[in-house]
């Protein structure tokens, strides 16, 4: 009970609610990657958007912080998810918040496709498994900086036997030696060759010295009975072969 200062009277005093008051939800960043999980388990990855899949990917390397930022910069800087894990070390790091937590899982991911890749087709016939191939070599080399050069060895029943990194080189260059081409497919006994090299322009049309440098190493390989069945330019987007344009 109240007493009224001005008039003496008592006045009950208004009931108290005990409700309590309404609050805005709040999404934590655990139960938002929970549901994430669920829906990639439910439905599969082509369920999730490349920063949504990224998310996944990097909350083990900060699972008690919103990841959800650092995505959308990975993204933004890169492109899209392919591009963000086969980025260089040395670019991650500049983005903030990619530490070496980060850069850990994101090269993690970039190592397990390629090794999946590659289980594909070693031991596969290559020139019927074609695009099995050709996956394995953009998952491999699309991204690299720098000018690589592989060698792929069949066998006589065109098996692949072997796959090799000969040389690396420049953004636009890369140093390869017929005999040392030769050479190697002698020592694995192999019969046939694919030649891959990438272009980190993003252009796969072969220059004039690919064509001088794969006339050559045809050359070579012709003088001791190897085949050359085909020579490929990967580019970031579509990937050029020689045999297809008639330059072997």
Same mark, same amino acid.
């Given at each position: 009970?109240?007493?009224?200062?001005?008039?003496?009277?008592?006045?009950?005093?208004?009931?108290?609610?005990?409700?309590?008051?309404?609050?805005?939800?709040?999404?934590?960043?655990?139960?938002?990657?929970?549901?994430?999980?669920?829906?990639?388990?439910?439905?599969?990855?082509?369920?999730?958007? %490349?920063?949504?899949?990224? =998310? !996944?990917? #990097?909350?083990? @390397? +900060? $699972?008690? &912080?919103?990841? *959800?930022?650092?995505?959308?910069?990975?993204?933004?800087?890169?492109?899209?998810?392919?591009?963000?894990?086969?980025?260089?070390?040395?670019?991650?790091?500049?983005?903030?918040?990619?530490? %070496?937590?980060?850069?850990? =899982? !994101?090269? #993690?991911?970039? @190592? +397990? $496709?390629? &090794?999946?890749? *590659?289980?594909?087709?070693?031991?596969?016939?290559?020139?019927?498994?074609?695009?099995?191939?050709?996956?394995?070599?953009?998952?491999?080399?699309?991204?690299?900086?720098?000018?690589?050069?592989?060698?792929?060895?069949?066998?006589?029943?065109?098996?692949?036997? +072997?796959?090799?990194?000969?040389?690396?080189?420049?953004?636009?260059?890369?140093?390869?030696?017929?005999?040392?081409?030769?050479?190697?497919?002698?020592?694995?006994?192999?019969?046939?060759?694919?030649?891959?090299?990438?272009?980190?322009?993003?252009?796969?049309?072969?220059?004039?010295?690919?064509?001088?440098?794969?006339?050559?190493?045809?050359?070579?390989?012709?003088?001791?009975?190897?085949?050359?069945?085909?020579?490929?330019?990967?580019?970031?987007?579509?990937?050029?072969?020689?045999?297809?344009?008639?330059?072997?």
């Amino acid at each position: 009970m109240t007493h009224h200062p001005t008039n003496g009277a008592f006045q009950e005093a208004p009931l108290l609610s005990l409700k309590p008051a309404k609050t805005a939800s709040v999404v934590t960043p655990g139960c938002h990657r929970a549901r994430l999980r669920d829906r990639f388990m439910v439905s599969g990855p082509d369920a999730l958007a %490349d920063i949504e899949m990224l =998310e !996944l990917v #990097l909350h083990r @390397a +900060a $699972a008690r &912080r919103d990841i *959800r930022p650092l995505a959308r910069r990975l993204i933004e800087q890169f492109g899209d998810f392919n591009h963000v894990i086969s980025a260089p070390t040395a670019r991650l790091r500049q983005i903030p918040g990619a530490g %070496d937590g980060v850069i850990r =899982e !994101l090269k #993690l991911v970039e @190592a +397990a $496709a390629h &090794r999946l890749a *590659r289980a594909r087709v070693m031991g596969c016939h290559a020139l019927s498994s074609w695009s099995d191939l050709m996956t394995y070599c953009k998952v491999s080399m699309a991204h690299q900086p720098t000018e690589q050069f592989r060698i792929l060895f069949l066998d006589r029943r065109n098996v692949l036997i +072997a796959d090799e990194a000969q040389q690396s080189g420049t953004i636009d260059h890369v140093p390869v030696y017929p005999r040392e081409v030769v050479k190697r497919a002698l020592e694995l006994n192999a019969s046939a060759l694919i030649l891959v090299h990438n272009h980190p322009s993003g252009d796969p049309t072969p220059s004039e010295a690919d064509i001088s440098m794969t006339e050559r190493i045809c050359a070579a390989a012709a003088a001791v009975g190897l085949t050359l069945h085909d020579h490929v330019v990967v580019g970031k987007e579509r990937d050029t072969s020689f045999r297809s344009l008639g330059l072997l």
